[in-house]
């Protein structure tokens, strides 16, 4: 971690073998970015991680895990407009909550450059849809940049960084779960260290930057023209690359991830197509495209997710009366999931069946058991799931919400029966309290998750005083996404805080109704559902406990974890299997003749399953220095 953090500092060039992620961060620096915001969220965290390898007292930059993205964004856009070069970056979703704030960016006259880097995921890998945020870029007027492996992410972001100065106006970096986490020996340019200065560049009279009625439409032209100037940049920079195979036929025009794994496609075939490889996607550069259209037969558009280019191009064709046969996406299954070599073969057959032939995939071939998302051994998450489920009838409603705790919908706990998006429960489980006096509502909300998006649902539930019980399931980290500290943390990314109290926070929302206990006083914790259940109005339940698998990684990391031993007394045990079909363990299993096996690599020795055997038939043998 160290000697990332050193490598990323370097001031000669150097080369290295690094992923997509850490190579934005020597990008941002290269860049001289002055601030950095985020919100954690996959694929993007790693690039968290390569700041966080570098010293506060060495970082050139300032940087901050913010809120939420909306946030993250307005921050990066203040400073921007304050003459600094900022970046914000985020997962796919998280543009959806930064949106309000983004699409006003565009319409901005920003002094210091701002590049916004989104990571989309194809195959939703680690979101819950596989939205194509190119429609987000059109909609604002943003340009956008789509680097296809970890050498262009390096350089495009330069290059965006660049644009946006120039131009003062934002850019937007796509990227890709496959682009962000691919491997690949980056060359780095040398890096100078320079005194920033820090002296404030925003002046409220000497530029416009309220969007009422009178000055939004000088404001909207001056986009669409700063847009229309970067086509003529976009029609000749050598970021869109021509791969002549002398083939007059055929051609394919293509972006990011599927145009390497068409390169790797093409290396058994005969004849290949010309390749036209797009950088710049927004505003697409017409003039390439239209030599490219009239120079072949036959244009194959090779896209992951939406028909963004297939659109567009078309509109080209059409425009300029060239009657180039133009083949975009032909069925339902070129509109899902990752463009791997695989995939791209496959759209290519249905293509040119002639050139292409598919043969089974050798993985495919193979039988491989299902293997479910599960909640880690010792997961506090566990113990609460397994008391609600007893307390609750098969008739009442649960709503999940983003986090670890959404793997409650799954067998054996069965909890959280709807999903939206970040901090939806509250507000989702009041529309299904109204007119239902019969069943009861109860839904779940994560603590970094209350504070990303959480507060207004709950605000809301107060003011109107709606009949609904929400769950806070507190584990003190933003734990899905690699254990990023949130408010009640008692730090941030740079330094320890005074924690953010939960409970405060609902009382001076108004709320009047609350409990809380550890998940793992499962006994405690049935009395205090089925008080709160039974209550007219909202009330709220803290189900609190730290995430186990933070705390075993850090006790490993400072040596001084030692596992506590669970066994399982087959003398005593009756083979009910309640650790097992109810409770969950990952760590137990069923041997053929009934008895129940505790895996000792995967059992941590916490003794939350001790509580869950009816006849008492599950002990721990403790270690000095064991979880207590």
């Not at 940049?145 to 934002?170: N, T």
């Not at 050139?355 to 058991?369: G, R």
Request: neutral net charge; contains cysteine.
């Amino acid at each position: 971690m160290k000697s990332m953090g050193k490598m990323l500092l370097k001031n000669q060039g150097f080369s290295e073998i690094v992923i997509g992620n850490t190579a934005l961060v020597r990008a941002m620096i290269e860049s001289k970015t002055r601030v950095i915001t985020s919100y954690p969220g996959s694929p993007m965290p790693e690039t968290a991680e390569a700041i966080k390898s570098i010293k506060k007292e060495n970082r050139p930059f300032y940087f901050e895990f913010s809120t939420n993205e909306k946030v993250a964004t307005e921050i990066a856009f203040g400073a921007a407009i304050n003459g600094h070069l900022s970046t914000v970056f985020f997962k796919s979703v998280g543009l959806n909550v930064a949106a309000d704030s983004f699409v006003q960016l565009p319409l901005m006259k920003i002094k210091g450059g701002m590049v916004v880097v989104v990571g989309d995921d194809p195959g939703a890998n680690s979101s819950q849809n596989e939205q194509d945020n190119r429609h987000y870029a059109h909609l604002s007027y943003m340009p956008v940049f789509e680097p296809s492996d970890p050498q262009e992410v390096y350089e495009y972001y330069k290059i965006a960084a660049e644009q946006s100065q120039k131009r003062e106006m934002p850019v937007l970096l796509r990227l890709s779960t496959h682009v962000c986490h691919a491997k690949q020996k980056v060359h780095f340019k040398a890096y100078k260290e320079i005194t920033f200065d820090n002296s404030p560049k925003f002046f409220s009279h000497s530029e416009n930057h309220i969007p009422i009625t009178s000055k939004v439409f000088p404001m909207k032209k001056r986009a669409l023209n700063r847009l229309e100037k970067l086509k003529d940049y976009a029609n000749q920079t050598n970021l869109n690359q021509l791969v002549d195979n002398g083939n007059k036929d055929k051609g394919v025009i293509t972006a990011g991830l599927p145009y390497l794994s068409l390169r790797d496609v093409l290396e058994d075939i005969e004849n290949p197509p010309d390749i036209l490889k797009l950088g710049v996607v927004y505003p697409l550069p017409e003039r390439p495209i239209k030599k490219f259209l009239q120079e072949h037969k036959e244009i194959k558009i090779l896209e992951e997710l939406d028909n963004v280019l297939e659109k567009e191009i078309k509109v080209i064709a059409f425009d300029n009366n060239i009657k180039t046969k133009i083949i975009g996406k032909q069925d339902l299954e070129d509109w899902v999931n990752e463009y791997t070599p695989y995939k791209v073969k496959k759209v290519m057959q249905k293509t040119w069946p002639k050139i292409f032939k598919l043969e089974p995939e050798v993985e495919n071939l193979m039988e491989v058991e299902n293997r479910p998302a599960q909640l880690c051994p010792g997961c506090g998450h566990r113990s609460a799931f397994y008391v609600i489920k007893q307390v609750l009838s098969e008739n009442d409603i649960t709503v999940a919400d983003i986090g670890c705790h959404t793997l409650g919908f799954l067998p054996p706990y069965e909890m959280g029966e709807v999903l939206l998006s970040m901090g939806h429960s509250t507000s989702t489980g009041t529309g299904l309290s109204l007119f239902n006096k019969e069943r009861k509502v109860v839904s779940f909300l994560g603590d970094s998750t209350m504070f990303h998006a959480g507060l207004p649902g709950i605000v809301n539930a107060v003011y109107n005083d709606h009949n609904i019980t929400l769950i806070i399931m507190e584990n003190g980290t933003t734990a899905m996404t690699g254990h990023q500290n949130h408010p009640a943390s008692g730090s941030n990314f740079n330094k320890k805080i005074k924690p953010v109290k939960i409970r405060e926070i609902l009382k001076g929302m108004g709320v009047e109704s609350i409990y809380e206990t550890d998940t793992y006083a499962q006994s405690k914790l049935k009395k205090i559902i089925k008080k709160a259940i039974n209550e007219e109005g909202f009330s709220v339940v803290i189900a609190s406990h730290p995430c186990m698998l933070k705390f075993t990684r850090e006790a490993r990391k400072n040596n001084n974890f030692k596992n506590n031993k669970v066994i399982i007394d087959q003398d005593i045990c009756e083979q009910i299997h309640e650790c097992v079909e109810e409770f969950g363990c990952p760590s137990f299993s069923i041997k053929e003749n009934g008895e129940v096996n505790v895996n000792k690599d995967l059992c941590i020795g916490d003794g939350s399953c001790i509580q869950t055997c009816p006849v008492n038939a599950i002990n721990i043998k403790r270690t000095e220095g064991g979880i207590k």
